[in-house]
């Protein structure tokens, strides 16, 4: 399947199957729902006369965001990072740079080295934020952050523990 939203916000579902979405700018902020369940599917999202410097990766919960660089035209990949069934093969810019999933994942790490903000929400990770401070709670002096309830964690020496910031703990 192609599918190309054109100017205006748009919802693209390919479903099964190899699909190419396209995206270029004035295309305002268009979603794409790549759900399949098929792990053998070839998706690509051709960003339609637009380069690679010309635009910003981040990612909001789980989902890729790309930003046209001065405009208010965004494409987002609703669960890209949910597991491989929603992700994309292939983005292809029209300065012939295209890139994988971990290729995306090397410029959102490149990203955050430089200081752009990712639009990440705790909240979806919070069974995996705590396992992880738990299992980190027995390193001297480390710090940790349990934002919504206090946890079972065993006090080891010098570690500091900031619990319900909301509620001024």
Known sequence: DILDGGIGNDYLDGG????TYVFGK?????????????GSDIDVLLMKNLSFNEVTLTISNTDLIIEVNGTK?????????????????????SDNKELDV????????????QGIKAYASVNN???????SIETIG??????????NQ???MNNSSNDK?????????
């Open 16 to 19: 099964v199957g190899n699909d």
């Open 26 to 38: 004035g295309y305002g902020q268009d979603i794409i729902d790549n759900s399949s369940s098929s």
């Open 73 to 93: 035209d965004s494409i987002k990949v609703a669960r890209y990072f949910e597991n491989g069934y929603f992700s994309l093969e292939k983005i292809k810019f």
């Open 102 to 113: 971990k290729g995306v994942q090397d410029v959102l790490e490149n990203n955050k080295k």
């Open 125 to 131: 990770y919070q069974v995996a934020l705590e396992k």
């Open 138 to 147: 027995g390193i001297s002096d480390s710090r940790m952050v349990n934002i």
């Open 150 to 152: 206090p946890s079972n």
């Open 161 to 169: 523990y900031l619990f319900n910031l909301s509620n001024n703990y």
